[in-house]
C-alpha cells in the first residue's frame, strides 16, 4: 500500500495513525496520546535538544503546572495575549478556590516569582534554566496533530536571566547556535525571521522564530526565541544588586520548540511508503528479516541471530522472527521509517553476503559479511546526509524570490514561500504587501541580505528580505 503525498494532510494524518506515532481519537479534542512507537522518536529527539542546552550552561528544572492567577495577570501585554487560551482550574474537589488556576499556557509567570526570590546580586546571574513540559492553550484555531495542540505535551522551554541587554543579546545568539545545530542535525531547513510587533511573543520585545516549509509549501514555525528585556523584570520584580551596589532589573529572554519538531521530521523527510527517519532518530535503525525457505529454516534463524547478537551492542536492532512474509514485514517496517533492512536468505549464507537496504532511496546493495559493522556505519552517514540534502533542495525549490509587487502576486497562488526586498521601514511595507495578497507576512530573513536592490513597496533602497507564506 502508497500513500501519496501529494496529498499532504491526508498523508500526514494516514502516516501518523499506521505508523502508531500518535492517536488523535482520544475523546477530548485537541489531546493526543503518544504511542510507544511516537514516544520513542520523541525521546531521541527530546534527548539531542536536552544535550545541546545542557552543553551550553542551561538547568534542567520542573515547575507546578497551576499558575495562580495574581501571577498570570502581573504583566499586561502578556495577560492580553494569552486571556483567551487559558484553562482554568477553579475549584478543590467541591469547593471554589480563592485564586484561580490557570494550567500554565506557558511558564514565564510560573517562573518570575521565583526568580525573584533567587536573585539577589549580580553573582546569581546569569541564570539559565529549562524544562520539557505540557502546557495547555485553548487554541480556537483549527487543531491538528503534533503541528497545532490544546495541550503541548512536548514543550521544551528556555529562561534565562542576563545582568545587561548585551547579555541578552549574546543569550538570544547562543539559543539561536542550539536551535541552528538541532534543527542541523534533524535535517530541517529552515528560515530565520524576525516578526513584525503585531506578531510577537506577547510581551517581548522581538521575537525570532524558525519556519520550515512543509511538504504543501506551508510554512510551520517550529521554535521562537524572545527578547523580553525588562518588562517581566520590572512586573514580577527580577532585581539584582549590581557591583556598585545599585539595584537593577535583569534582562529576560525565553526560547521554545514544541512537538512541531516530530511533526516536521515526519513532514518533510516522508515519502510515499511512509516515513523517512535519520537514523540518529530512529526507534529501530535496523531491521533484520529473515527469507526462510522450506528445509533452510535452521540455517537461516541461526545465521539472523548471529547477526542480531553482533548489531545490538551499539545499534538500536530488531530481528522480525514474526510469522509474517517478507512482503509485509517489509512493508510494516518501511513505513515506520526503518533506515537499513538486512535480508538473509540461504543463498546469501552460502555466498557470505548479506542484502542491505536502504529507507532513504530504496536501494539495495550486497556487502561481504565480515565487513558489515564497518559497512553499517559508513552507511548511517550517508544514509543521514542525503536525507538533509534531499529536504535542503526541496526547501530552496519552494522559495521564490520576486522582484517586485508584480512578481509577488504572480507567485501567490503558488504551494511556496515569497521573498521579496523591503527598506528600512520593514513592517509598514511588508504589511502593504500582505494587504494586497493572500499570503501572510511573517518577517525579514536574518540570513540573507539583498545588495544593490529596492523595495517593492516604496522604492527605496533595500536592507532586508521580507518573507511571505501561508502558515500553519
Ligand atoms: C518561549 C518558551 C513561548 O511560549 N515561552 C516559553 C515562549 N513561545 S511560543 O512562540 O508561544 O511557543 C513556542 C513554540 O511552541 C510551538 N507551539 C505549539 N506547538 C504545538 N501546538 C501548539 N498549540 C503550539 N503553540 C506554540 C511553536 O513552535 C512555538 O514557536
Known sequence: ???????????YQEVLASAEIVDNRYPVKGMLVWRPFGFAIRKHVTGLLRELLDETGHQEVLFPTLIPETSLDKEAEHIKGFGGEVYWVTYGGKSPLDVKLALRPTSETAMYPMFSLWIRSHADLPLKIYQIVSVFRYETKHTRPLIRVREVSTFKEAHCALRTEEEAEEEMKIIDGVYKAFWTELGIPFLRVQRPSWDKFAGADKTIAFDTIMPNGRTLQIATSHRLSQKFSKAFNVVYEDENGEQKYAYLTSHGVSERAIAALIGVH??????????????????IVPIIFKGKEDIVMKKA?????????????????????????FYYWELRGVPIRIEIGPRDIQ?????????????????????LLDELNKLAEEIHENIKKRAMQEF?????????????????????????????D??????????????????????????????VVCGKPAKYYGVWSNAY
Open 351 to 371: 555466498n557470505k553476503v548479506l542484502t542491505i537496504s536502504r529507507r532513504d532511496n530504496l536501494e539495495k546493495v550486497q556487502i561481504p559479511e565480515d565487513r
Open 305 to 329: 541471530k548471529e547477526i542480531y547478537d553482533k548489531l545490538v551492542v551499539n545499534w538500536r536492532v530488531k530481528l522480525d522472527d514474526s510469522d509474517s512474509n517478507p512482503g509485509d514485514k
Open 270 to 287: 516522508g515519502d510515499n511508503r511512509g516515513l523517512v527517519l535519520p537514523p540518529e532518530f530512529a526507534p529501530v535503525q535496523i531491521v
Open 396 to 424: 530552496k525549490r519552494k522559495i521564490v524570490v520576486a522582484k517586485s509587487l508584480d512578481e509577488i502576486k504572480k507567485s501567490d497562488n503558488k504551494p511556496v514561500v515569497i521573498k521579496a526586498p523591503l527598506c528600512e
Open 426 to 455: 520593514w513592517e509598514e511595507c511588508g504589511k502593504k504587501v500582505e494587504d494586497q495578497i493572500s499570503k501572510e507576512f511573517r518577517g525579514i530573513d536574518l540570513d540573507d541580505k539583498p545588495e544593490g536592490e529596492k523595495c
Open 1 to 11: 500500500m502508497e500513500f501519496p503525498k501529494e496529498n499532504f494532510s491526508e498523508w
